[in-house]
């Protein structure tokens, strides 16, 4: 499945470089969403538990859509939900595992890095919601690929990685 995620990601930089003009770089910022799923501690409060972030067809392959389900009550106080529609260049459900959000998002700037360039991934979301867990993951990957457990450092090809890892929460930045 890791392999089907990164050929997708690797449709979608092509779709994106292919669209640049000018020289814009900006091409290449994707943006991608991760669905955690409920902790074993929430799922232990009880109550109904629902998926409201789904998965929903996309109107181009480059793309997709994610519905997002919102339950309301109306004006009478009858439950309802309403719904929104994004388009994301990936979406990743609950059941996607750190190596298929690797293979799409970490591998590509792998690639990058190797031609000299910057890669930057910035996760933005409320608290618990999954970006420490993701980001810490990326990280793991990202530095096994730049220096695999059999590489030999060389003066030829010497490497250095430097990682920026911030919070921000609120106006304090940890």
């Not at 190596?99 to 970490?106: C, I, P, S, T």
């Not at 690639?111 to 919601?129: D, L, M, P, R, W």
């Amino acid at each position: 499945k890791a392999a089907t995620t990164e050929a997708a990601a690797a449709a979608v930089l092509a779709a994106k470089a292919s669209n640049a003009t000018n020289g814009l770089a900006t091409s290449t910022f994707l943006v991608c969403a991760r669905m955690r799923p409920a902790f074993e501690s929430e799922l232990a409060e009880g109550g109904e538990s629902f998926e409201c972030v789904l998965k929903t067809a996309a109107p181009k392959e480059t793309v997709e859509e994610v519905t997002v389900l919102l339950p309301k009550l109306s004006l009478r106080g009858d439950p309802k939900l309403e719904k929104s529609k994004f388009l994301l260049d990936h979406a990743f459900g609950q059941a996607a595992s750190n190596d298929e959000v690797f293979a799409a998002l970490g591998r590509p700037l792998i690639a990058k890095a190797f031609a000299g360039e910057v890669g930057v991934i910035f996760a933005y979301g409320q608290t618990g919601s999954g970006k420490t867990f993701t980001m810490s993951a990326m990280m793991d990957r990202v530095v096994a690929e730049l220096f695999p457990a059999d590489w030999a450092p060389d003066p030829a090809t010497a490497r250095a990685a430097r990682f920026s890892y911030l919070e921000i929460l609120g106006s304090a930045v940890h």
